[in-house]
Structures are given as C-alpha cells and as structure tokens.
C-alpha cells in the first residue's frame, strides 16, 4: 500500500495538497452551517453528470423522437423513471443550495476584499446553474416545455438592435422547432458543462487561495475565532451533512416523481396556467405586472432592462459596496432583505 | 472510558439487529411480490388528459426500489453513527493540540 502511494505520489505529486488540505483550518463561529453549502452543491452536481450520461444514453433529441425516448425512459428503462427523477431533484435542491450559498455570502458580506473575484465567479455559477435548468426544461418536449420555452426565448426581443437576433440564436430558427432541441440539447450537455467547470474551477481555487471567511463582526473587532482543522474534523461532519442530503433526495425522488406531459404540437396554442420552475418565478410574476406601454415605451423592453440591471447589481456587489463597515454597507444589506423579500413574494403570488 | 465502550458495542448491536431485521422484512416482501400474478408486472393505463405514469408500474419494481430506500437509510443511520465517534475523537485529539503531528490526509508531511 506505502509502495502504492509513493508511485502515484511520484507520477501526480499530490504531497503539496495533501499538506495544504492537513493545515487547513476552518472558523467556528454563527454562520459556520453556510460553509456545508458550498460541498453539498458540489455533491448535487456530481449526481447531475452521473444521472445526466444516464439519460443521454437514451434520450434523442429530434422533433419526433424527443418525447417518445423521455417516456420510453420512465416506462421501459430499468429504473429509468428513478433516474430521471433524481436528476430533476437533484437539479432543483442544487439550484436551491446555490442560491443558499450566495445569500448566505451575501448577508455576512464574505464577499469584501480580497474575495471579489470568488464572488463574481460564484454569480456566473448560478447563472450557469439557471441556463441549466432553462435548456432541460425543454427537452422532454412536452406542452408545457415549448410554452416556456417560447415565453423564455422571447423575452429577449425586446431588446433593441441584437433582441430579435439573440432569440433567432436561442432558437435556432424564428421559431422553436425541432431544431431547437436539439441545439439546448447540445448547449445542456456539452456548452454548458464545459463552462460550469472551468468556472468552478477557477471558483475552488479563489476559495482555496483565500481561505474561509471570518463573519465581518470578527474582522472589524479583531476577534480570533475558534477554529476546527478541514482534515478530518470538518471534512467528517461534511460527510454526515452528504449522507443525509444523499437519502432526502432519494427519497423525494421515489415520492414525487416527475411526470411527462403528452408530446408538443407545434401547431397548438398554449395551454392555460403556464408557470416556468420555481426559481424563475419571480421574473415570471414581474414581466406579467408590467404594462404594454410605459410612458410611450414598451414595457417588456423596460421589465427586461430593469432585470438586466438588477443582475448586473448582484454580479458587481462587492465593488459597489465596497464599505461594508460603514452605512453604506448596511444601505445595501437593507436592499438585499428588500430584494429577498420582493423575489419570494412574487414567487408566491405567482403560485396562488 | 468502559462505559463509553459498551455503549459504542450497543449501537454497533443495535444497527447490526437492525440491519439483520431490514434483511429479513426485505426478504419477505420480495417473496410476496415474485409470488404475485404476471398480469400485474404490465404498465396501468393512464388515465386520460393526466400525465403519463411516473412511477414504476411493475410491483416487483415499485416494491425493490422501497426496500433499498429503506436499506439507504438504515446504512445512513449506521454511517452517521460511525461518523459521530470519528468527529468525537478527532475534535477530541484537535482540544489536545495533535492534530499537528501525523494527522494530515494521506500524502501530507508527517502522515
């Protein structure tokens, strides 16, 4: 076994991570929970690429045949449906664990200097997150899916000058078609996983090359925390925190499993009640509130501006509040409750 | 210190006996559903305007999938456990300021 270590030792030369994993240390403090967040996501995401090759092995992304192979999974495959539904849970627990992640960062301001560029990177993790969920909506091509899809990949129109070509891009067409699932089939499985990965590469380096962040009470009054070795002493409790998240999602997966709707026509209108997942609710909820015309202008247009401003003030928040300490800084946590309270009372509404 | 022994030989008991139990009941429900008829394996018919059936129809199916749920969380349980006495011991080592020496992951310096 020694000669064993040694040889991989002497090909990969691991001995320098190893020594940084043994002299890793993480603080103890209120917010400590925040830290399984991150881990969890990263367990999520592996149970999407396992679950994700299973179903593509399957799935075949054609107009005629895109529906008939998602259901032909759920009946025919052995346990087909368990994985379809593990992969859709575990879509939606990461999705939900992102946005955790990024709040909990958020709200103890973990992003202040020099942790900027681990926030950016964080941002464009959930965006990606998003564009994952957006483009496997589609995929069992179902009534449901192209209504979405349709409302979704017109949303950009309304921008002037490059709107009605972005939507043309997204949709491989002036319409969604066959063509398109096929083109979110290739982005779901190879753009976007190639891009998710570098980015969280980069991302696991910036948080390794940073350390863990100390709440900004302790900074500020020079407080030393305690503070808990990563190996085993953290990494052990990680695993607890895996195992319990591993049996939850399989069992909601057994429970709830997602249904397939019958296969899109093309040619029908779409059906009553359209409502896209969860986590887009909220932009759902406020493009309905805003009129046709504001002031003589479209009102879709000012919606998409005022969400595109929006995300820009989440991607760049720590270099606009880049005096956390001071009022500034508690202006802008008072937005961020505000901006929580808003996105989870348009969800709800948009529910009822 | 013994106490603290045979009460770790208890829980190790206790998840073994349960675990012997879960293999049993296990057994038993999969005897019962190999025993029921071949009609019963062919998918039900959805019911018309509802979504196609997620779940699995066949009941040999259905009812394996309910024994490894029940198997995952009882391995849960039992590796939660084994978990606590490692997260105990090596807080316990951390308090006495040894973690230093020899206890990094494979490969580190010392180990």
């Known amino acids: 076994m020694k000669a064993l270590g040694a040889w991989i030792e002497d090909r990969l030369g691991l001995g320098p991570v190893a020594a940084f994993l043994a002299k890793k240390e993480v603080p103890c403090h209120r917010h400590t929970i ?3 967040t991150g881990s969890s996501i990263l367990l999520f995401l592996g149970i999407q690429i396992v679950t994700g090759v299973l179903l593509a092995l ?3 992304p054609t107009l005629a045949e895109a529906n008939a192979s998602v259901v032909r999974i759920m009946t025919e495959m052995p346990l087909g449906w368990l ?3 593990v992969h859709s849970w575990s879509a939606t ?6 946005f955790a992640h990024l709040l909990g960062i958020a709200f103890t301001k973990a992003y202040r200097k020099p942790r900027e560029a681990t926030w950016l990177t964080g941002v464009l993790l ?3 997150s998003l564009a994952f969920g957006f483009t496997g909506y589609l995929l069992p091509w179902d009534e449901l ?3 979405a899809t349709k409302v979704g990949t017109n949303l950009p129109k309304a921008l002037p000058v490059i709107g009605t070509w972005l939507t043309q891009v997204m949709r491989a067409g002036d319409d969604v078609t066959g063509d398109t699932i096929t083109r979110f089939f290739i982005v779901h499985v190879s753009v976007l996983p190639l891009a998710l990965l570098a980015i969280l590469g980069v991302h696991i380096f910036l948080v390794q090359r940073h350390g863990m962040s100390a709440p900004l009470e302790a900074e500020r009054d020079k407080i030393k925390l305690p503070w808990l070795p990563f190996w085993p002493n953290f990494l052990l409790r990680e695993a607890g925190v895996w195992f319990v998240l591993l049996g939850v999602l399989l069992t909601v997966a057994v429970f709830l499993a997602p249904g397939v709707g019958p296969q899109a026509d093309l040619m029908a209108p779409a059906p009553e009640g359209i409502k896209p997942e969860w986590y887009f609710l909220f932009m759902f909820q406020t493009l309905k509130l805003f009129p046709a015309r504001i002031l003589g202008l479209n009102g879709e247009l000012i919606a998409m501006l005022v969400m595109m401003a929006g995300m820009a003030a989440v991607l760049f928040l720590p270099f606009i509040d880049d005096r956390p300490f001071e009022r500034k800084g508690k202006v802008i946590t008072g937005l961020a ?3 929580l309270a808003y996105a989870i009372g348009m ?6 | 210190m013994e106490s603290d022994v045979s009460r770790r030989r208890r829980a190790i008991a206790a998840a073994g006996l349960l675990l012997l139990g879960a293999l049993v009941a296990s057994g038993w429900l999969e005897a019962r559903v190999q025993e029921s008829p071949q009609a019963s394996l062919k998918p039900a018919a959805a019911a018309p305007e509802q979504d196609k059936p997620a779940a699995p129809r066949p009941a040999k199916e259905r009812m394996a999938v309910y024994v490894i749920l029940a198997w995952v969380w009882l391995s849960i349980a039992v590796l939660l456990a084994f978990l606590r006495l490692r997260v105990r011991e090596a807080d316990r080592v951390h308090r006495m300021g040894l973690h230093r020496a020899g206890d990094g992951p494979p490969g580190a310096p010392g180990h």
Do not use: D, N, P, T
Not at chain 1, 93 to 98: D, G, Q, Y
Not at chain 1, 347 to 352: K, V
């Open chain 1, 34 to 36: 925040l830290y399984y």
């Open chain 1, 58 to 60: 399957y799935y075949q």
């Open chain 1, 83 to 85: 994985v379809r539904s």
């Open chain 1, 93 to 98: 627990f990461m999705i939900a664990l992102v």
């Open chain 1, 126 to 128: 959930l965006g990606s």
């Open chain 1, 145 to 147: 899916s192209l209504a």
């Open chain 1, 337 to 339: 409750w505000a901006g």
């Open chain 1, 347 to 352: 969800s709800i509404w948009s529910l009822m």
